[in-house]
């Protein structure tokens, strides 16, 4: 596999990851980079592990996760999300300090939500003449780069259009967890 193909692979695995972070942008009252890297280092990390652990496990266990690995990533995102939507126009505000904690189990959470697919394309590595080291630290990379740039962009979004975009966020996330039960599916 070239080393193209790899880089369109990290790009498309990381896309969840990319609208995952883009929502915690929103959330942000105030851009914080710390919180900025956590988010970025914690999709990359999941991006990258992922398919290490499909390359590891290849066939051995995809036969027991394969018929609900899809349902796993749509209740997660679902109840996230849909918690996200309905916080946007229920919850009291927030006071400053409260908003600019970062909830690591939700983004624990999300990581592993948004990187099952991630497992499945190390299982086809595992089947193709792939560096899994390369491919893993150009996922990793891509993922982290992507993720960090959302959390911006979700930020700036946010400032001006909070509780709006707060709320589309949660749709979005729960859209995700939708069209991967569709592909697991096979609808899609």
Known sequence: MSLWSIWLVGLGVSADAFAASLTNGLKMGRFNYRHALAIAFTFAGFQAAMPLLGWLLAAN????????????????????????????????????????????????????????????VGVSFAMLEVSILEAIFYIGLIT?????????????????????????????????????????FGVM
């Open 61 to 120: 266990f995809t036969s027991i996760l394969d018929p609900f690995d899809h349902w796993i990533a749509f209740v997660l995102l679902s109840i996230i999300g849909g918690k996200m939507a309905w916080e946007a126009f229920h919850a009291e505000d927030e006071d400053d300090a409260r908003k600019s904690r970062l909830d690591l189990r939700q983004l624990v959470i999300l990581g592993i939500a948004t990187s099952i697919d991630a497992a499945a």
């Open 144 to 184: 982290f780069i992507m993720s960090f740039a959302a959390v911006g962009i979700g930020h700036r979004i946010g400032v001006r259009f909070r509780k709006p975009a707060e709320f589309l966020g949660g749709l979005v996330l729960v859209f995700i967890g939708i069209r991967i039960l569709l592909q697991g």
